[in-house]
């Protein structure tokens, strides 16, 4: 078979499919614009409306009507509205006709509110005036009727029919009065008249030359589509040879979709092997069991500034805590010891039980240990804390207490060295950090 009957039977295929598509589902640009956003609206009566049918505001298509249901006693209609449209709060859906029996549509009265209505909110609608609507008052009309006529009958007495000769008494005085109005200007009338026939003329005129260069324009399009004609056809035969291009790549990818479904090549077996998908799985349950400790770690630092009563000296310290787990933590400090004129470092380890929680490691250069009393939500601290045991006179000994007033800020006061009667000292100072 010839190419360029391959191609005319590839076109015409795709011709009558696309007619299918506008038969069956009438307006086939609903397949190809985006997804919009649902408003809703009911009325005591959808007649004559069906699905599909156009949303406009201010005259201005702005979607369409996505479904109709019986929701009660009225009857709820889903709109589905483009996306890069908005309709303001305060609006009010009515249905309007396309002419007189033309096809039924939703009109949006735009509100005066500068928000707009979200997804899935409902929007007011106000009373229409259909047909049936107008029959119905139209026969409430001829009752009014019927009943005036009754009244006017039942009225028509000698009194009435006196009043009524003497409005035809003046109707006919009127007239006269009109024949004389008449006769006296009929020069002016007819030359008035005679300017309308000019102006007629005129316009008939113009009309003409309007059409004239119309028929101008149309002659010069003819003669530019003539003259580029060949253009046209270079085009066309672009365009068929872009659409093979086309059904040689979608061939291409449906080829390689069969082989994915049948498990060849490395995708294929990716998809299709269940056993890899089992070893990812225990992978990805390894790695979350290796990251969940650390993912619940939590780290806290801290300053803090000691006044020492007896030599009247300020000692500092600074603290970064690591909280492993709820459990377990580490700490470290750096301390500025005004009595040694130096830094010294520690190192802590501990775990804690409820509001219990013990330490052991390096304290202030020298190896010690400590326990401490959590209260009021961890607001409140007791801590007792031995160390330097190897020390002449005995080990250091520290009582401490710390209180948070804020999440960031705490006091602190405590007697240091309490076993040793000539370097004991109470100290008292205030903390920056966290807990």
Do not use: C
Request: glycine share 10%; hydrophobic share 40%.
């Amino acid at each position: 078979m010839r190419r360029e009957a391959k191609i005319g039977f590839f076109l015409g295929g795709a011709v009558l499919i696309l007619a299918i598509f506008i038969f069956i589902v009438g307006d086939l640009s609903v397949l190809f614009r985006k997804p919009g956003y649902e408003l809703f609206t009911a009325f005591d009566s959808a007649s004559g409306l069906e699905t599909r049918a156009a949303v406009r505001m201010a005259g201005v298509k702005i979607g369409y009507v996505k479904d109709i249901r019986l929701v009660g006693r009225r009857a709820q209609v889903e709109m589905s509205i483009s996306p890069e449209y908005k309709v303001p709060k305060g609006s009010r859906a009515t249905l309007a006709s396309l002419g007189l029996i033309g096809e039924r549509y939703i009109e949006i009265m735009p509100g005066e509110e500068t928000s707009a209505f979200q997804a899935g909110e409902m929007i007011d609608s106000a009373p229409s005036a259909s047909l049936d609507q107008v029959g119905t008052l139209l026969l409430g009309v001829a009752d009014d009727i019927k009943e005036v006529g009754r009244s006017i009958r039942e009225m028509t007495g000698e009194e009435s029919r006196a009043s009524l000769q003497n409005v035809l008494r003046n109707l006919d005085a009127f007239s006269r009065d009109l024949d004389g109005f008449m006769s006296q200007n009929r020069d002016n009338l007819e030359t008035g008249i005679r300017h309308a026939s000019q102006a007629a003329k005129e316009f008939e005129q113009r009309i003409k030359e309007v059409s004239q260069s119309v028929e101008e324009t149309v002659s010069l399009l003819k003669n530019i589509a003539q003259e580029n004609r060949e253009t046209v056809k270079l085009n066309l035969e672009k365009i068929k040879e872009l659409l093979a291009r086309l059904e040689e790549s979608l061939r291409q990818v449906s080829e390689s979709l069969d082989k994915i479904n049948r498990g060849e090549g490395t995708l294929g077996k990716l998809i299709n092997d269940p056993r890899l998908y089992d070893e990812a799985g225990a992978t990805l349950d390894s790695v979350r069991k290796t990251v969940e400790p650390l993912t619940r770690m939590r780290a806290a630092g801290n300053s803090r500034f000691d006044y020492l009563s007896e030599t009247r000296k300020v000692k500092s310290t600074l603290s970064l805590n690591l909280y492993l787990t709820p459990r377990y933590f580490v700490s470290g400090q750096v301390v500025e010891d005004p009595l040694q004129n130096t830094f010294t470092y520690s190192a802590q380890g501990g775990l804690r039980w409820g509001s219990v929680a013990s330490r052991v490691g390096i304290f202030e250069s020298a190896f010690g240990a400590g326990v401490d009393v959590l209260a009021l939500g961890d607001r409140l601290i007791f801590s007792l804390e031995g160390f330097d045991f190897a020390r002449h006179g005995g080990p250091r000994l520290r009582f401490a207490t710390q209180y948070f007033l804020l999440r960031y800020f705490y006091l602190v006061a405590g007697w240091d060295d309490f076993g040793w009667r000539a370097r004991r000292e109470i100290y008292f100072g205030l903390g920056l950090g966290t807990r």
